[in-house]
């Protein structure tokens, strides 16, 4: 040690000054911007959305066992644009007899609903927010547990994926042929409106940031539409949304490139498809809505939250028609009945009510003593046999109300003057409309001993095939 | 044997290296402390099913061998171990004493924060890496002004990113102005590192105010809340404030050590320096930084960011017989800060969560993605995938060969 040189020597001195100045430029080129807290903030805010990645990443995801996603089923189950009604095109029989009950068989907890039906198979879900999903004859296919982190909200499904959406704006996709998780995508924005399917994406319209969203400051919507593929999750880009104060609903124009949005009073009419999503026109009603529009022949018919039934005409940018009260509180949405102008519901109280909407006034009303929670209704065409046999008008084509009735039971009305056609027995009641399979109705009913079935019912001909294929199997 | 006793002859003839003996021991102490009061504590992991394996071992089965009753004696003698190996160090000379408890102490202090690798932490690291180069090391004094002036530059070199140096650290602890975070957390990182390089000058102007500096540095950190690292380098720069007097006192009285002793020798000072710079920078090196073996045993060496603006997000699932189930990562409670998205530890989380759960009725497996993303830079990186995690032949070092949809037949 050199103990008796303790004053430093100028070239140390000199590296000293070198060795600071190395560390002040490494210093400056880590953080050449002197970046602060907020520009970090805003960094990471205009990173993130550019960012967005599903999980698993797309390079990871499990290969589909259907190739073709195919379009967005339509869900409630009979017919676009909340119509509730079997095809125009076919006719049907009006005696179906139950054939079978199919026990659903899982541990459910709490109180079950249905999530979606689709052809022959149901998607149900519990308290815990499971879901089920069985086949037509009862089978529990696989099951899929979703964590409390946000509540469901939407549900979508195609041929090949069930889409969960949730509170938050997290999507999970599911692939139906085996319960497994597809892709997620975690959006980090609030769902504000129902997303839907639009060719190969997935339109997800989200709560807006109009600072980020907007690129004109001026223009400030209440939400955002994210484009996101179908098969991989990957975001695709964004487009403006629509200026509603509440999170919207939106419904398909049957016949039509038009696509009806609406929340509280109001109403926007878009095109169906395209980029942009601007408003072909819009209208305010009065007074909030309640429950879903229904768009039949020309026209939107709506309910307002004081019981009051709005025709809007779409051919005249949504202008009102004429409005009228309803005596009786809808319990469930309306069902159009073609040919005749009348729309059907069934109350609060279980009474069903016809609207003539052309004489603008009640028809009829009739108390159906229904037990079970089921207040939907929906309409099909009967054959001519039977136009002939109950003195229906053959200008109707064989229209008819089928509403869940009594207990147990579905009943089959003659929309003209509430003439009862036919009684269908089932093994429980009803708990959601059937899924119509050619000529055999699927439906869901809560058996008296409090379980779940699916209830096959069929009509003749259906029937003598089942029981002969039936016969052959035993022996 | 001739290495501990040139060791002890060095502890016993300085007042300053006896003080650091108790320094040491004192951060031993706190070590226990928190272990006793903590739920990250090798009394609780005793108790647990399985252990979370350091990343350098393949397995630690061997960890439950040992019953909680063997873990609990292990903590008792350290904790007694280092309480008289303080007091011995501070009240009396017997510096033979005080190391051999000091010895006693580390080794079993040292058992324990290996037991388990969620133990690990900048100030257990640290603490456990002096005492050893304490005991261990000849020319105490210089090793420890350059392994102390390394000590600072690994330190400084993790700050200098945009992590730190947005100010966010400081901001969350301070809720100042936002120029002031940023200014500050310049400055912190440029006092790291500069003023440690006086310390390795003899004159005193520099040497005295790069000391103060630190020390002004270090009670900052302390009021900032970073108190058990703090007080262990306010404690060796007091350490190498008396070790300096007493320097000068000897150059006053013209004795000279190798007139009483031959000169400690400085070779293994420098290697150790030459080991610890190595695992610093190893990261930057291309062969190195994709050796996951290598970067396992470098870690051992390399303190970890306590600034890192980022976010990690874990999802798993439970696989049962008949369908999915959606399942939130098990919590990292009580763990530092710095260890939080740290991939390997999270890895080994969701290998003790398929224990806890391979009893469960129709319990399959666990599927699960782990991602962080640094805010800063707006990336995210997929650490691991798996949809069968709880196979065991998928460990860490299969991580970025298995993706989501690979069957694990490794």
């Given at each position: 040690m050199e103990y008796e040189a303790r004053t430093l020597k100028w070239y140390w001195v000199a590296a000293l000054i070198f060795y600071a100045a190395g560390c002040i430029y490494l210093l400056l080129r880590e953080n050449p911007l002197l970046y602060s807290q907020g520009t970090l903030k805003s960094e990471q805010m205009q990173k993130k959305s550019e960012a967005l990645l599903p999980w698993p990443p797309p390079s990871s995801q499990f290969e589909l066992e259907k190739k073709s996603l195919g379009p967005q089923e339509s869900w409630p189950y009979l017919g676009e644009g909340h119509l509730n009604m079997t095809s125009p095109e076919v006719t049907r029989n009006k005696t179906y007899t139950e054939f079978k009950t199919y026990p659903l068989k899982a541990e459910f907890h709490g109180k079950v609903h249905v999530l979606i039906q689709s052809d022959q198979n149901v998607y149900l879900t519990d308290e815990d927010g499971k879901i089920y999903f069985f086949d037509s004859l009862g089978t529990l296919q696989w099951t899929y547990g979703m964590d409390d982190s946000s509540e469901l909200e939407q549900v979508l499904l195609d041929q090949a994926l069930l889409y969960l959406i949730r509170k938050n704006g997290t999507v999970t996709t599911i692939d139906i042929s085996n319960g497994r998780p597809h892709w997620e995508l975690n959006t980090d924005r609030p769902l504000f409106g129902e997303a839907w399917l639009e060719n190969d994406t997935l339109i997800l319209p989200v709560k807006a940031f109009p600072e980020k969203d907007s690129k004109k400051k001026s223009k400030k919507l209440s939400s955002t539409l994210l484009k996101i593929d179908?098969?991989?999750?990957v975001y695709q880009g964004t487009s403006e949304g629509f200026d509603f104060n509440e999170a919207f609903h939106q419904v398909k124009v049957p016949h039509s490139d038009l696509r009806i949005l609406y929340s509280g009073a109001d109403l926007v009419a878009v095109p169906?498809?395209?980029?942009?999503?601007?408003?072909?026109w819009s209208t305010t009603l009065p007074e909030n809505l309640s429950g879903e529009l229904v768009i039949a022949d020309g026209q939107i018919f709506a309910v307002t939250e004081s019981n009051h039934l709005y025709a809007l005409n779409l051919k005249k940018k949504g202008d009102v028609a004429f409005d009228i009260d309803l005596d009786i509180p809808p319990g469930g949405p309306l069902t159009y009945l073609p040919e005749m102008d009348r729309i059907a519901y069934l109350g609060k109280n279980a009474t069903l009510r016809v609207v003539d909407i052309k004489k603008k006034q009640m028809a009829w009303k009739f108390d159906l003593s229904i037990k079970g929670s089921l207040r939907e209704i929906w309409t099909a065409r009967l054959k001519g046999a039977y136009i002939q046999e109950f003195g229906m008008r053959w200008v109707y084509k064989g229209w008819t109300i089928w509403s869940p009735c009594r207990e147990q039971h579905f009943c089959i009305y003659?929309?003209?003057?509430?003439?009862?056609i036919q009684r269908i027995a089932l093994s429980g009641d009803p708990i959601s409309l059937p899924t119509v399979y050619e000529d055999r109705l699927i439906v869901l009913v809560k058996m008296p001993s409090g379980g779940l079935a699916l209830s096959h019912l069929l009509d003749p001909g259906e029937l003598r095939k089942a029981q002969a294929k039936e016969a052959t199997e035993t022996k | 044997m001739s290495l501990f006793q040139a060791n002890l002859w060095e502890i016993n003839k300085s007042f300053s290296l006896r003080f650091l003996g108790a320094i040491l021991g004192l951060s031993q102490a706190v070590i226990a402390y928190q272990w006793l009061i903590g739920t990250n504590s090798p009394l609780r992991f005793a108790r647990q099913s399985t252990a979370v394996c350091w990343p350098v071992l393949s397995t630690c089965s061997w960890a439950k061998l040992l019953s909680p009753g063997i873990i609990d004696a292990a903590f008792w003698i350290f904790v007694v171990a280092v309480v008289l190996a303080i007091l011995t160090f501070l009240f009396t000379r017997a510096a033979g004493v005080a190391a051999f408890l000091l010895w006693t102490a580390s080794i079993f202090g040292f058992f324990l924060y290996t037991y388990d690798f969620r133990l690990s932490s900048n100030a257990g690291f640290l603490t456990f890496f002096f005492t050893f180069i304490y005991l261990l090391v000849p020319s105490k004094v210089f090793s420890f002004r350059f392994i102390l002036f390394a000590a600072y530059l690994a330190f400084a070199f993790q700050k200098l990113n945009a992590d730190w140096l947005s100010g966010y650290w400081i901001l969350e602890r301070l809720h100042g102005p936002e120029k002031l975070g940023e200014w500050l957390a310049a400055l912190m990182a440029l006092i790291e590192l500069?003023?440690?390089?006086?310390?390795?000058?003899?004159d005193g102007r520099y040497f005295w105010s790069g000391w103060l500096i630190l020390i002004a540095y270090h009670a900052t950190m302390i009021w900032m809340g970073m108190t058990h690292l703090s007080l262990l380098f306010m404690g060796i720069l007091i350490f190498i404030a008396l070790a300096d007097l007493e320097d000068r006192k000897l150059e006053r009285e013209y004795i000279y050590q190798s007139f009483i002793h031959p000169e400690p020798s400085r070779f293994w000072t420098f290697c150790i320096l030459v080991i610890f710079a190595f695992c610093q920078l190893s990261s930057h090196f291309l062969w190195f930084r994709h050796n996951t073996s290598f970067q396992s045993l470098a870690g051992l060496l390399t303190p970890y960011p306590i600034s890192l603006v980022e976010e990690c997000h874990g999802k798993i699932w439970q696989v049962y017989e008949n369908g999915w189930k959606e399942s939130s990562f098990p919590d990292a409670e009580g763990r530092d800060n710095s260890m939080r998205c740290h991939p390997y530890l999270r890895f080994l989380d969701l290998k003790a969560e398929c224990q806890v759960l391979k009893d469960k009725p129709g319990f399959k497996t666990l599927a699960a993605i782990f991602e962080s993303e640094k805010l800063f830079e707006g990336t995210s990186h997929v650490h691991f995938q798996s949809?069968?995690?709880?196979?065991?032949?998928?460990?860490?070092?299969d991580v970025g060969r298995v993706k989501w949809n690979t069957k694990h037949g490794l």
């Open positions: 179908r098969r991989t999750g169906k498809v395209t980029d942009d999503w601007k408003p072909v003659n929309p003209e003057r509430g003439q009862l | 500069i003023a440690p390089a006086t310390l390795l000058i003899k949809a069968d995690l709880c196979n065991q032949q998928y460990q860490f070092s």
